[in-house]
Structures are given as structure tokens and as C-alpha cells.
């Protein structure tokens, strides 16, 4: 993680260290305007949390109990996070290496 990335996440999970971090394939504009930013997978205590961070900021959080159905779908090679209806970004895009870790993660808790 960069500099911008750990500040937001020490902010956001009040100084908590995360159980798991992972830097998804998947990108969003958050202000640069010459490329995307990437999107962090980071599990918290019992929050999942996406973040990224340019000129603008991007924080999403669930509740690891609301993410028990989710799944790595191989045909598009995206991890689904499922059932929950919070998250604007529930398609993320790993290798079917880091999908399980993140699977593996999230059925522990």
C-alpha cells in the first residue's frame, strides 16, 4: 500500500490492524485522470472493507456474517461478494490463488 492507502485505512479502522489485505485487479476513478486507481480488499476485526484513494476517496464496509455466500465465479474470474445489497463494487477481479485466500478468510470469521 502507498502512503495515501494506509493513512485511509488506519483512519478508517481506528488504528486496527488488518487480519488480511489484498490488492484487487480491480480499478476505479478516484481522480487521477491519467489511469484508475486499484481497489484494496482489506478484512478488519469483523468488516470487510474496499478502499482506494487518489484526489478523491472510496470506502466501502460489510459485515464479514453478510458476505457467508459469496463465491469465485471462474468463467469471468471474479470474486462475488454476496448476499449483501450495501456494496456498489461487488465483482473484483483475482487470480483464482487470491480469490481462495480471501474465501478462506471470510469463511474463518
Request: proline share 5%.
Amino acid at each position: 500500500m502507498n502512503e495515501l492507502e494506509t493513512q485511509l485505512l488506519r483512519a478508517e479502522c481506528g488504528g486496527a490492524e488488518p487480519a488480511f489485505c489484498l490488492r484487487t485487479h480491480t480499478t476505479i476513478d478516484a481522480g487521477r485522470w491519467w489511469r484508475p486507481t486499484p481497489v484494496w480488499l482489506c478484512i478488519v476485526g469483523d468488516e470487510l472493507m474496499l478502499l482506494a484513494v487518489a484526489r478523491r476517496r472510496f470506502v466501502e464496509r460489510v459485515k464479514l456474517a453478510e458476505c457467508h455466500a459469496s463465491y469465485y465465479h471462474h468463467a469471468t474470474g471474479q470474486l462475488v461478494i454476496e448476499p449483501t445489497e450495501q456494496l456498489r463494487i461487488k465483482h473484483l477481479s483475482l487470480t483464482p490463488r487470491e480469490a481462495l485466500d480471501v474465501l478462506n478468510h471470510l469463511r474463518a470469521s
